[in-house]
Every structure is written in C-alpha cells, then in structure tokens.
C-alpha cells in the first residue's frame, strides 16, 4: 500500500509539471525561429542558384572565347612574322643577287684594257681614227649592257678632263675625273662601292639623283677613269609592288643614304596615310635600332608608326648596305582573330540575355509555387490540418502539391485515431498498475518453492558424478587405439594422393613435351621461311642499286646540261649536283642493307641447325617422362594393397569405440539430466526475480505512460482537423 501512495505522488506531480509549462513563450519561440530560417532561405534560395547555373556556363564561355582569342592572336602573329620575314628576306637574297650582276659588269669595265686606252688618251694624238674606235666599242658595249638588264639605269666611264665621258645617257661631254674622285673620296680615304647619289655627275648630265635608286662604282685599274652603274628604281618598285602582305601594309627599299623607294597597299575606299616630303623608314627610332645591330640581319618587332599598332619586318644586305622592309597593320595580321573576339562577345551578349529572360521565367514560377507551398506547411506545422495545396503549372509541383494534400489529409486521420487510442491507453495504464501488485505477490512464494528444490538436485549430481570419472577412464584406453590407427591410415592414404599428384605432374610434363615439340619445328618453319624473306631483300637492294646508277647518270646529264646554260643554268646545276649526293647516299644504304641482309642469312641457318637440336632433345625428354609414368604406377598398386589392410583394422577398432561410447554416454546422460534440473531450478529462481524487478519496472512504466498520455492529449488538442 506504501509503494501505491508513493507511485501516485509521483505522478500527481508530474502532471502539474506538464500544467506548468507556458504555451505561449513556446510560440514566440518557434515563430523566432521561422523568421531566421526563412533569411537564411531567401540567401540560399533556388532563384540564386538558378541563376548562378545560367551564369556559370556564361563564366566558362567568357573564358574560352579570350583564350581562344589569345591563341589564335598569337599564333596568327607568329605564322604571318614567319612567312613575312621570309618573303622579305627572299626579296632582299632576289636583290643582292640582282646587285651582283651589275657589280661583274661594273667589274668588267673596270679591268677593260680598251678602257685603259682610251682615258689614258694614248691615241689622241697619235691615232685619232684608234681612239674613235675605241669609244665607239666601248659605247656599244655600255649600251648593249645597258639594255639587256633591266635594273640598268645608265652606264657611266668618268675619264680625266679633255678627254669626253662615255655614257649609256649622253655623250660628248668632257671628264671630270678629279672632281669625282674628290666628291667620292671618305675621311678612312676609302671609296665607298655602293652609293646613293653623285651630284658632280648628276650636274654634268643635267640630270636628278632621283632618276635612280643606288649606283655602284669602282675605280679602273689603271686609275685613269672610274665606272659607274646607276641602279634603276622602276624594276624594284615593281618587284616590291608583287609582295602583298595585306591591305595597309607598306613595303619598301632604303639605301643605306636613306633613299627610299615604297609601296602602299591601300584598302579599297581609303586614301594613302604616308606624306611625300617625310621619309616612312629612314630615321624613324624602330628602322635606326635594327639597322645599327650588325648582328642580326633579318626580323620582326611590334612598333608605333602614326598612332597605330604595326609589324615592321625588315632584312638587311651586307653588300650593298640596302634593307627591304615592311610595316603591316596589327589588325591585319590578327584579322581572323579579332572576328573570332567578336563573334565571341556577341555569343556571350545573346546568352547573357538569353539565360536571364530563361532564368526570370523559370525561377519566378519556381518561387510562386514553392510559397504556396510553404504557406500551406507552415499552417500545417501551426497545427491546421484542414484544406489542400495548391500550385500552378503542370510540372513537378503539381505532384508535390498532391503529395503534400494526402500527407496533410492522412496527418489529419492519423491524429484522429491518436486521440482515440490515447484515451485507450489511459484507461490501460491504470488497469496495469493494479495487475503488477498481484504479480509481485505470487513472484514471492514461488522463489521460496524453487529453493527447497535446488538443495535435492545437487545431491544427486554429486553421485552421477562419481560414475562418470570411471567410465571416462575406459573411454580414454579405447580412444588412444583409435587414434594410432587413424594416423597409420592417414600416412597411407597421404602416400597415395601424393603419387596421384606425381602422375598428373609427369603428364602435364609429357604433355608440354609435345607442345614444345610442334613449337620447335614451326620456329625452324618460320626461319626457314625468314631465309626465303631476305632472298626478296636481296633483290630489292639490287633494284636500288640499278636506281642510284641510272640517278647518277642523269645527275651527270644535268650537271652537263647546266654547264651549257652558263650562269643561267647555276640554280639547275646546284640541284643536279643534290640529287648526284643523293643516288651515292641511296647506293651506299642499298650496300648497307646488302650486307645486313646476309648477315641476318647466316644467322637463320645458325638458328635452323639450333631449332633442329632442340626438336631431338625433347623427343628424348617425351622417352623419360613414359618411364617415370610406368613407375608411378606400380607404387600405386603396392600403396591400394596396404591401405585396404589398414581399413579392416580401423574398421574393428570402430566397432569396440562404439559400444564405449553407448554406454559413456548413457552415464553422462544421467549426470545432464541431474545438472539441468539443478540449473533449472536456479534458472527459474533467476526468473522470478527477474519477474519481481519487472513488476516495478512496470509500475514505473505506467507511471511514466500516465504523464506522457496527458502531453498527448495537450499536443493532440492543438490540431485543427474539421
């Protein structure tokens, strides 16, 4: 009765703790709460991260683009400096070349013995009709000369005064050989071989240093006179005018004086930036920089021409001290590039409001109906539980809209039936509380009971006990008899599956015997046929060697045929004499794989005669591995025959080991038997405590039920269902 009072306290007080408790704080709480969730929702909210994944994309599209722009920017630029600054260099190699043939028909006047003659003025006096002869041929040579090259402008032999000039522009006018030696004479006391200009000439001739480009002189060996070539500008502007390197681009010659001779490519619809009183190369910082550097001949730089971004290429000649050059705009050489900028800025404008538009669209309907949602579930968790969600669209949130109906509908159902079993419940907890006393009670005389049982068991185990030591002794006897005769029959049986394991060793060795046989003697097939291979080589080898004669024959022609040509045939020549080092080059590897080929000949016939031995030591193996085999099996004959005696052994020994344990287990029976009823009468005293502590745990079980059933019934009231 004691213990009922207190349990009832117990749960009195309980009951007023739960009354205790302040709804409303717990609301403001809970409303505190919502208010910081939804902040952090609104930061995280599915409009921003559909956003950031339009944006993204955009992101990447931004990347690639300027990359791509970088490479195709830099690539383009190297490729066009390449190929620009080889065409400039080949137009320079094409003017030097040009240069060096005006330089042998300066040369050839200048060591003309008739041009001794005549500006000595030997024939003056004593044989006026020889000295007219004299000018007259070297006046049709000069002019001959003259006509024949294009880059020829005039041809000038400057002689001492009172004797008259020849030239390829006028004659009859008196020399003035000191003048222009005075003129042409530098402070190292040197005369230079290529010059820009002769003014002493020029004013004798009444004519401009304009009228051509760079002129080459040397003096006459007698020094006497002094020959002159002027260089025409035309056949070089000309040649300059083919070399298009884009429109804007500005090609051009400067002598080392600074004459220049330029081309402009102007765009269709524009007119020419350049000015005709200002120099476009010479003097300007970019062309006086690589101009001064001895050491590099050929290249290309950014510069600023004008205000405007330009590539200058240039090639410089160490003869004649001319440089060929080039500016070409920067928007030119990266053309293709920059359209690729700009589709990219395009693409990337278009997506940007693309994916925006999309983005707006998408992410407003997403919102609207994630708040209509929200609203509901928030009701729900406010404890409404009437009416339905509802969304707009025909997408997943008309499912989840469902989904969340029938949750709110079967909630509402479910907290019904939960406030009809709470009732249940409690009218329960009641009835176990009055039940457990009755069960403490009975719990009580059954322990007692349970003890006067134990004190009988443990005497009869004790003599049940004393029989199964004696029995175990005999047991133990047999046992040892047993176990000596399993191992002599264990021996055995391992001897004969160690002999089953040999013979399938020795098999699988007959059979790899074999195998290793038929890959004998399809290696001596195989090298045989490798033999037959290097045979075709051979004639291969003498088809190159009959080639490389009939090239050199034809080199031989060449080179013959370019001797005719003169010096018109040199280029031809030079090939002729590549491809001569080229038919000995393809004679010498043709001998090379003449003589690997019978090197590889002897090596087969070393390796068939190797093959063939290797075939008669395996059938000498394949002989071995049938004896081994024949010996085996008269070991397993012997072993079967011993192990069938040891088995009759074993089998009686079996029998007796039975009976033993019949009649040892009969006793320890018994003894079980005793034991269990022992341990039983124990287990069942354990049980009965285990009832008792049971019994007031379920007292304080429908204690603990009583009070939880009341917060039940308080949340429960809180739901709105109808």
């Not at 240069?99 to 004593?126: C, L």
């Not at 530098?186 to 200009?197: C, L, N, Q, T, V």
């Not at 040892?664 to 049980?687: K, P, Y």
């Amino acid at each position: 009765m004691m213990k009922k009072t207190q349990v009832n306290n117990k749960r009195k007080l309980s009951i007023r703790n739960i009354l205790k408790k302040n709804p409303l704080k717990e609301q403001k709480k809970k409303t505190t709460e919502n208010r910081k969730q939804k902040k952090s929702v609104m930061l995280f909210s599915i409009r921003n991260k559909i956003f950031i994944c339009f944006i993204v994309p955009i992101i990447f599209m931004v990347i690639v683009g300027a990359s791509a722009y970088n490479k195709a920017s830099d690539g383009m630029t190297d490729k066009f400096k390449e190929t620009s600054v080889q065409t400039i260099k080949m137009t320079r190699e094409y003017l030097d070349m040009t240069n060096s043939f005006i330089k042998s028909e300066g040369m050839k006047y200048g060591s003309s013995d008739n041009v001794s003659d005549y500006s000595s003025g030997k024939y003056v006096f004593a044989d006026v009709t020889k000295h007219a002869e004299l000018s007259r041929n070297i006046q049709s040579e000069i002019t001959a000369a003259q006509l024949t090259n294009s880059f020829i402008q005039d041809i000038h032999i400057i002689t001492p005064k009172g004797i008259n000039m020849l030239s390829s522009h006028i004659t009859g006018k008196d020399g003035i050989y000191d003048d222009y030696m005075t003129e042409m004479l530098r402070e190292d006391k040197r005369y230079a071989s290529w010059i820009g200009s002769h003014n002493a000439l020029d004013n004798l001739l009444n004519q401009s240093n304009e009228d051509y480009i760079l002129a080459y002189q040397l003096q006459h060996y007698s020094g006497n006179a002094m020959v002159v070539v002027d260089v025409k500008a035309e056949p070089i502007r000309s040649l300059l005018n083919e070399i298009d390197l884009g429109d804007g681009s500005i090609v051009g010659m400067v002598t080392a004086e600074g004459k220049e001779i330029i081309c402009e490519k102007i765009k269709e619809g524009e007119s020419s930036k350049l000015s005709d009183e200002n120099a476009v190369f010479f003097g300007q910082e970019f062309y006086d920089s690589v101009y001064e550097q001895e050491d590099i001949m050929e290249g290309a730089l950014q510069v600023d021409y004008l205000g405007e971004e330009y590539m200058f290429i240039y090639s410089k000649s160490t003869d004649t001290g001319i440089c060929v050059c080039a500016l070409v705009p920067m928007y030119t050489v990266i053309g293709q590039a920059e359209g690729i900028r700009t589709v990219t800025i395009q693409m990337v404008v278009v997506a940007c409001i693309v994916a925006g538009i999309v983005g707006v669209v998408i992410a407003s309907g997403i919102q609207k109906n994630m708040n209509r949602i929200s609203r509901k579930l928030g009701d729900v968790a406010n404890g409404n539980l009437t009416g339905e969600v509802k969304v707009k669209g025909k997408d997943e949130f008309r499912n989840l809209a469902a989904s969340a109906t029938d949750m709110i509908k079967n909630t509402s159902k479910l907290v019904g039936k939960v406030n009809q079993t709470a009732s249940l419940l409690e009218e329960s907890s009641i009835e176990v509380s009055s039940v457990s006393d009755v069960i403490n009670d009975y719990s009580a005389h059954i322990m007692e009971a349970i003890d006067e049982i134990g004190v009988g068991m443990e005497k009869q185990a004790e003599d049940a006990e004393e029989c199964v030591v004696r029995m175990d002794a005999l047991s133990q006897e047999m046992q040892e008899v047993s176990r000596t005769t399993e191992k002599v029959g264990s021996l055995v049986e391992n001897t004969e599956e160690m002999i089953s394991q040999g013979m399938e060793i020795v098999q699988l060795l007959k059979k790899r015997a074999a195998e290793t046989t038929s890959i004998t003697s399809t290696v001596g097939n195989s090298i045989e046929r490798l033999q037959e291979e290097s045979e075709t080589i051979n004639g291969f080898v003498a088809t190159i060697t009959s080639i490389s004669s009939q090239t050199n024959l034809l080199s031989l022609n060449a080179s013959i045929e370019a001797a005719r040509a003169g010096a018109a045939g040199r280029g031809f020549a030079v090939v002729a004499g590549e491809i001569s080092k080229l038919a000995d080059e393809s004679a010498q590897a043709a001998d090379n794989i003449k003589k690997k080929v019978e090197l590889i000949s002897e090596h087969t016939l070393t390796s068939v005669n190797n093959a063939a031995q290797a075939e008669k030591m395996v059938a000498l193996q394949a002989e071995a591995v049938t004896q081994v085999i024949k010996v085996f099996d008269e070991m397993s004959e012997s072993m079967k025959t011993l192990l069938d005696g040891l088995k009759a052994i074993i089998t009686s020994t079996q029998k007796a080991d039975v009976e033993r344990t019949n009649t040892l287990s009969a006793v320890e029976n018994i003894s079980a038997i005793i034991e269990e009823a022992a341990a039983g009468s124990e287990v069942v005293h354990g049980v009965a405590e285990e009832l008792v502590r049971n019994v007031e745990k379920l007292n304080h079980t429908s204690d603990v039920l009583n009070v939880n059933m009341q917060t039940l019934k308080t949340e429960i009231d809180s739901f709105t269902t109808e």
